[in-house]
């Protein structure tokens, strides 16, 4: 006789061995339980999370309503990529809206009049609990630009149509800002008719 799901125990961690502790990841080894009941062993990367936003130069209300993007320098994709800014919190207290306002601000120099929260999602769960939380960001104004040593980037304005057909013609592939803009645009405008 079949073993009832209910007379299972609990799928999930049985137990952990840590392999490396970076300075934004910490990769384990976890012997995990699975719905069947079975047992293996899975690498398992441990990030702290991270908010995206999408700067939004006039009005979502606006028809294809010019946005910023960065075209930034990423080692890991082998050059220049199109990206939403975005970055992990300054600590595991730091609110998800202050996170994405400072980072817009940093990678922009733009503030924030007023973050709405779009969704979060996981970009890649099966090695890592990595979620991103995503923002969209209107009534601009002027800050201060700060960036950290390692990041090199434009900051480029543009119609959301023309971001879109980025997306559709492969030109940004960066998941975070993907869902970003399909989600606003999808949602919150009007812009995917003009593109």
Request: negative net charge; hydrophobic residues 35%.
């Amino acid at each position: 006789m079949e073993e009832r799901d209910s007379e299972r125990p609990a799928p999930g961690r049985l137990s952990t061995r840590s392999v490396h502790e970076g300075r934004i990841v910490r990769l384990s080894l976890d012997r995990v339980r699975f719905p069947d009941g079975s047992e293996g062993t899975l690498e398992m990367i441990r990030h702290p999370g991270a908010s995206a936003v999408l700067p939004v130069v006039g009005s979502l209300d606006e028809k294809d309503p010019e946005i910023l993007l960065i075209h930034q320098y990423r080692y890991a994709a082998g050059g220049y990529i199109w990206e939403v800014p975005a970055g992990i919190p300054t600590g595991p207290d730091e609110p998800w809206d202050v996170c994405a306002g400072r980072e817009l601000e940093e990678e922009t120099g733009q503030r924030a009049g007023t973050l709405r929260e779009l969704t979060r999602i996981y970009t890649t769960p099966g090695f890592t609990d990595e979620a991103i939380h995503l923002f969209v960001a209107t009534g601009l104004t002027e800050g201060e630009r700060n960036l950290d040593d390692d990041e090199f980037m434009e900051v480029v304005r543009m119609p959301m149509s023309k971001a879109l057909e980025m997306v559709r013609q492969g030109e940004i592939v960066d998941a975070k800002s993907v869902a970003t803009l399909l989600f606003a645009a999808t949602f919150l405008t009007g812009a995917q008719e003009g593109a």
